[in-house]
């Protein structure tokens, strides 16, 4: 059998294309399939009792687990393939092995399905999880899965768990609010606290466990459209980094691409607390991106991918085109320090974070 | 900014809005 298998990374051959020393060129996996590529992830699969950390990568009607054959080159492993409605985005469920969600749709999300890794490597095995109109999807900690769907009349809020086998072991409804739910951001170390941001501009506030509706914050119309990406808790007061939605772009000097900003839960009051901003000399708004740990990354309209250390509060690395082409997503893995930034024609680089 | 404005601060705001809202 003819094994798809990745070009071996040459570092010295892309030392030009960085400003930075923070990232190292690892590998470079090359996708076939020809059409355009939509997203990167990466996840456990577990084997015989041994963990490995896998690729996953989503182009319009196939995702592919990419499993490592040495610490820089992986092998395309197996594949999943789709019909009818391409593939949106993937959908990283914390700790699950051998598990991976994808939301399915054309502009907006129809379906969700669950893509389990098979035993025998031959066994196509996916299971419909949600249908209908989904607004917005999360994987959440002990292996849950959050989504809102339905109308605002009839919105729905519903977290799944999965049980070891990859099937639903409980299904229960959160209290939807009256906006439209359209992103879900999980508080750091607490369990039990589910964030999502509105249509209408609000962070609403859940308990995961009961199913209550805590609070609804308003906050500043200017945050509209913004998506959660981080969220902790430090002294009574909840933390959140946006994306910065840049709506007064070319009215200022600065140029903000994420921001921090504070709410008070107990009184609903909330302020900015930090601008992440591109460095002086750079163009380009916050396309999509990502934020682990203290580390956030963005693609820009420039096509160049930006880093921020968030605890220095300056951009620590810039990442232009590579072979004349512009960066389409970026995520950091889950499973180990690396970076894996993706071009629309299906190249997936993988870097090292040093 | 200044996060004192954002008025008094309770460290089990999680529990507290939990017994306050309804079920």
């Not at chain 1, 740990?293 to 096509?303: E, I, M, P, R, Y």
Request: glycine content about 6%.
């Amino acid at each position: 059998r003819l094994v798809e298998q990745t070009e071996m990374a040459d570092p010295s051959a892309c030392d030009d294309s960085l400003n930075s020393h923070d990232l190292q060129l690892v590998s470079k996996l090359k996708s076939a399939s020809g059409s355009c590529s939509v997203d990167v992830s990466a996840m456990w699969w577990e084997r015989a009792g041994v963990k490995e950390s896998c690729i996953i990568t989503a182009c319009e009607y196939v995702v592919a687990l990419w499993k490592p054959l040495d610490a820089k080159r992986w092998k395309k492993n197996y594949t999943w393939h789709f019909k009818e409605i391409p593939v949106l985005q993937i959908v990283p469920v914390p700790d699950v092995c051998n598990l991976v969600c994808v939301a399915l749709g054309n502009l907006e999300i129809r379906e969700l399905r669950a893509l389990l890794c098979p035993c025998d490597d031959k066994s196509d095995k996916q299971v419909l999880l949600k249908s209908g109109n989904i607004e917005a999807v999360a994987g959440l900690t002990k292996r849950r899965l959050v989504s809102s769907s339905g109308t605002l009349d009839d919105q729905q809020v519903e977290v799944m768990t999965f049980a070891e086998d990859g099937g639903i072991n409980e299904k229960h409804f959160l209290m939807p609010p009256e906006e439209a739910v359209t992103t879900f951001a999980e508080v750091q170390g607490m369990e039990e606290t589910l964030l999502g941001t509105t249509g209408m501009s609000s962070i609403v506030i859940w308990n995961l466990k009961t199913g209550q509706l805590l609070k609804k914050v308003h906050i500043d119309e200017s945050y509209h459209g913004s998506v959660c990406h981080k969220a902790y808790s430090d002294m009574g007061l909840l933390f959140l980094v946006l994306n910065h939605p840049c709506a007064k772009d070319g009215q200022s000097l600065e140029k903000p691409v994420f921001q921090l900003i504070a709410i008070n839960p107990k009184t609903s009051l909330n302020v900015g607390v930090m601008l992440y901003c591109l460095p002086h000399g750079q163009a380009g708004r916050f396309l999509e991106g990502d934020v682990k740990d203290h580390f956030a990354a963005a693609v820009l309209t420039s096509g160049t991918i930006a880093i921020w250390d968030l605890l220095l509060g300056h951009c620590t690395a810039l990442l232009p085109p590579v072979s004349d082409q512009n960066w389409s997503f970026v995520k950091w893995s889950s499973t180990d320090s690396h970076l894996l930034a993706g071009q629309k024609d299906g190249n997936i680089f993988v870097y090292r974070c040093t | 900014c200044n996060v004192t404005d954002l008025g008094p601060i309770s460290l089990n705001w999680f529990e507290e809005l939990s017994s306050e809202a309804p079920p």
